[in-house]
């Protein structure tokens, strides 16, 4: 069904590719969620939501995709996140999910074609398929030719034996041995042609990943931002932020280098407006313009 468009913003997201340079880009689709406007973004003006048309699923969700992005480079294979993984419980929404791996076959790659994964953070919709039970019950990683990496200080409550929310998956990430497990910091190469970016708010050590492709850069930014009036509004918090003070300087940082020259993002959440670049509108605010990318299919799941 391959077609190329920008989607809908009210939808959820396609299985999407974007080549630049060479450098393949592709969505690698696990779930469909659904939330509540007013819980997921409590600081979101209710009107804005009443008056801004095309936002909304025809029940009044805001919808937001989980999933991986396959990044593709001269015979090697890169997955940043690994989606929500096999499970249904959601607690501000509503959530239909498990097919990474099916997606992924698909695509035409295998867990075993993959020799890096790297973490935006570690909240379950982000690496709910890190692991997977073995026949005997124990977690493994699904990748198992792959090193897992992690910003250092996303890592550090973990490392200090805290319990962090929202990140279940978290303690198993000590099970790798110390070849597995890479600590990154800001601006240390995790993949041929792609850095980290780490700018703490929403989580301890969130990181977005900048992979550059030619004289193009694509930044990958997790949930630095959830939705695009973020992009216009970073004052606009979400529910899970666990720093709401730090969040609006660490998405500033981000803006910046997504307003440079021949700079796309990439976006986990945004219904299927996946690629796009921020620009200056007439009131010269910045907002999400979606760039068009190819759909090689529907996404797997609905809700």
């Given amino acids: 069904m391959n077609s190329t468009n920008t989607g809908q913003l009210?939808?959820?997201a396609s299985i999407r590719t974007l080549t630049r340079a060479d450098v393949r880009l592709t969505y690698i689709v696990d779930s469909a969620m659904a939330f509540s406007p007013s819980r997921f973004f409590p600081?979101?003006?209710?009107?804005?939501?009443?008056?801004t048309p095309g936002l909304l699923d025809d029940a009044g969700r805001i919808p937001?995709?989980?999933?991986?992005?396959?990044?593709e480079r001269g015979g090697r294979t890169l997955l940043i996140d690994t989606g929500?993984?096999?499970?249904?419980?959601?607690?501000?929404?509503?959530?239909?999910?498990?097919?990474?791996?099916?997606?992924?076959?698909?695509v035409g790659t295998q867990p075993a074609d993959i020799d890096t994964v790297a973490f935006t953070h570690l909240h379950i919709d982000h690496t709910g398929w890190a692991f997977t039970p073995d026949t005997e019950g124990?977690?493994?990683?699904?990748?198992?030719?792959?090193?897992?990496?992690?910003?250092?200080e996303e890592w550090a409550p973990h490392a200090r034996g805290e319990i962090v929310p929202d990140e279940p998956h978290g303690p198993l990430f000590s099970t790798l041995?110390?070849?597995?497990?890479?600590?990154?910091?800001?601006?240390?190469?995790?993949?041929?042609?792609?850095?980290?970016?780490?700018?703490?708010?929403h989580t301890a050590g969130h990181a977005s990943?900048?992979?550059?492709?030619?004289?193009?850069?694509?930044?990958?930014?997790?949930?630095?931002?959830?939705?695009?009036?973020?992009?216009?509004?970073?004052?606009?918090?979400?529910?899970?932020?666990?720093?709401?003070?730090?969040?609006?300087?660490?998405?500033?940082?981000?803006?910046?280098?997504l307003e440079a020259p021949g700079t796309l993002g990439f976006a986990f959440h945004f219904g299927d407006h996946t690629f796009g670049r921020a620009e200056r509108n007439g009131e010269s605010e910045l907002v999400w313009q979606p760039v068009p990318s190819t759909v090689l299919g529907p996404s797997p799941r609905e809700v």
């Fill in 64 to 71: 937001m995709s989980a999933g991986a992005l396959l990044v």
């Fill in 177 to 201: 041995s110390d070849d597995r497990l890479v600590l990154v910091d800001n601006g240390e190469e995790v993949f041929p042609g792609v850095k980290a970016l780490v700018t703490p708010g």
């Fill in 84 to 106: 929500l993984g096999p499970i249904s419980k959601n607690p501000l929404g509503v959530a239909n999910s498990g097919s990474l791996l099916e997606t992924l076959d698909f």
């Fill in 43 to 51: 600081s979101v003006p209710a009107a804005y939501w009443q008056q």
């Fill in 138 to 152: 124990n977690s493994r990683p699904t990748f198992a030719q792959a090193r897992y990496a992690v910003a250092r």
């Fill in 10 to 12: 009210a939808a959820q």
């Fill in 209 to 257: 990943y900048v992979i550059h492709a030619g004289d193009q850069r694509i930044i990958v930014f997790g949930d630095a931002f959830h939705h695009p009036v973020q992009i216009t509004h970073p004052e606009y918090g979400s529910e899970p932020d666990l720093d709401s003070a730090a969040v609006p300087p660490a998405r500033r940082i981000i803006l910046k280098e």
